[in-house]
């Protein structure tokens, strides 16, 4: 099978991306040290890390605004690295952050209406409050 150079090109960038991305999740994360040997215990830590990574890239497109390719480390200094209050009652969980500068992006993007059941706290109802 032959392919073109611009072809191989393309996918060689995909890679590197790919690449870019794992790591960028690892030096964020400090997995750069892991704490064991052992295989599996590699294999958790790295799974892991890929769904937070994965987690802030869903962020970035939600919020979008130029975020889409912005590091782990930058969308967590903007939106994550925040105070709330936390209030929990019988029926929901309110979660009231401090008013922010970044804080107009997450209401444009609808996290404002927030309003879901976390199945694991008896099916509370989860809301956030946005300053």
Request: hydrophobic letters at 45%.
């Amino acid at each position: 099978m032959t392919r073109s150079a611009s072809h191989l090109i393309g996918r060689y960038a995909q890679r590197m991306l790919i690449e870019n991305n794992i790591e960028d999740g690892i030096d964020f994360f400090h997995m750069d040290a892991l704490s064991s040997a052992v295989a599996m215990k590699v294999n958790c830590d790295l799974q892991l890390t890929l769904v937070a990574s994965s987690l802030y890239r869903l962020l970035a497109v939600r919020v979008g605004n130029g975020y889409e390719s912005a590091k782990s480390r930058h969308l967590f200094r903007d939106f994550i690295d925040a105070s709330a209050k936390v209030t929990i009652t019988e029926r929901e969980i309110v979660v009231r952050f401090q008013k922010r500068a970044h804080n107009p992006l997450l209401i444009a993007s609808g996290f404002d209406e927030t309003d879901v059941a976390v199945p694991w706290l008896g099916n509370k109802r989860l809301r956030l409050v946005l300053g």
